[in-house]
C-alpha cells in the first residue's frame, strides 16, 4: 500500500508540475501528453500507475518490454517505443506498439513499414533528431532530417506524428533550453513545409520545465513517478549491451 501511495502521490505531483509549468509558459496542461518511461521498473510498479489513471507507457528495451506486457495485458496500456532501434527487432516492436519515438534512419523506418501488421492501425512515428552533437546520442543529423521527412511520409504503413529528442544531460539552463529550442525550430520548420505533426515529445524528470516553455507537447517522465530504476542483474544487463546498432 505504502509503495501504491507513493506512485499515486507521485504521479499526481507531477501533474501539478505540469499545470505550473503550462501556465507560466501561457499554455494549457490539456497540450500536454505525459507518457511514463517505465524502463527497468517491475510490471507491479506499472500497474499501480494505470490504476491511478496513467494509460501511455514508453520502453527503451524490447526484450524487457515483451516480458512485462503479458502482466500487463488486462490493463488499457498504449505502448510507445522510446528507445535504439535494432534492423532485427523491428517485426516484433511493430507487433507490440502503438508508437515509435525514436526512428533516425531510412533503413529503420522501410524495416517498420513492412513489418507492421496489416490488422493494425499505421504505426505512429517520431523522427529522433540529435540535437546535442554528442556521437554517443541517437538521432538524425539535423541537416539530415528533411530527407528522413520526406521519405517517412511515403510509407503507407507510418504516421509521421513529429520528432523526439533527448538532449545533453547537463545541469545548464541556457544549454538545455538552446537544445529544446532547436528541435522546436526543426519541428516548426516542418510544419510550415507542409507536413501535418502534432508531437514534439521531448522533456525528462529533470528537465520537463523546459521542454515544456519550448513547446514540448509529449513529456517522458520515469523516475519522478515510478521511483528510482532498479539495479540490473546479468540478464538484463545483456538486454542492453544487445540493444546496440548494427
Avoid at 54 to 76: H, R, S, T, V
Amino acid at each position: 500500500m505504502e509503495q501504491t501511495t507513493t506512485v499515486v502521490s507521485r504521479l499526481q505531483a507531477v501533474k501539478d508540475r505540469i499545470a505550473r509549468a503550462t501556465q507560466s509558459a501561457g499554455r494549457s496542461p490539456d497540450e500536454i501528453t505525459l507518457l511514463v518511461a517505465s524502463k527497468t521498473q517491475p510490471a507491479e510498479r506499472v500497474r499501480e500507475a494505470c490504476h491511478a489513471g496513467q494509460k501511455i507507457f514508453g520502453e527503451n528495451y524490447l526484450q524487457e518490454a515483451l516480458a512485462k506486457m503479458p502482466d500487463l495485458a488486462d490493463l488499457p496500456i498504449e505502448w510507445h517505443f522510446i528507445g535504439p532501434i535494432q534492423s532485427n527487432k523491428t517485426k516484433r516492436i511493430t507487433e507490440n506498439f502503438v508508437w515509435v519515438h525514436s526512428v533516425d534512419r531510412i533503413k529503420i523506418a522501410d524495416r517498420l513499414a513492412k513489418d507492421r501488421p496489416e490488422s493494425l492501425p499505421p504505426l505512429q512515428i517520431c523522427l529522433q533528431v540529435n540535437v546535442s552533437g554528442e556521437a554517443s546520442k541517437s538521432g538524425v543529423e539535423p541537416d539530415e532530417l528533411t530527407q528522413l521527412a520526406a521519405h517517412v511520409v511515403r510509407l503507407p504503413r507510418l504516421k509521421l506524428r513529429g520528432l523526439m529528442a533527448v538532449p545533453e544531460l547537463t545541469t545548464a539552463t541556457a544549454l538545455q533550453r538552446s537544445q529544446f529550442h532547436m528541435l522546436w525550430e526543426l519541428y516548426d520548420r516542418l510544419k510550415k513545409d507542409g507536413y501535418e505533426l502534432d508531437t514534439l515529445s521531448m522533456g525528462m524528470s529533470e528537465d520537463m520545465d523546459i521542454a515544456i516553455a519550448e513547446g514540448a507537447t509529449t513529456v517522458r517522465i520515469g523516475t519522478a513517478i515510478l521511483g528510482p530504476r532498479r539495479y540490473l542483474i546479468p540478464e538484463e544487463l545483456a538486454i542492453r549491451a544487445d540493444q546496440k546498432y548494427e
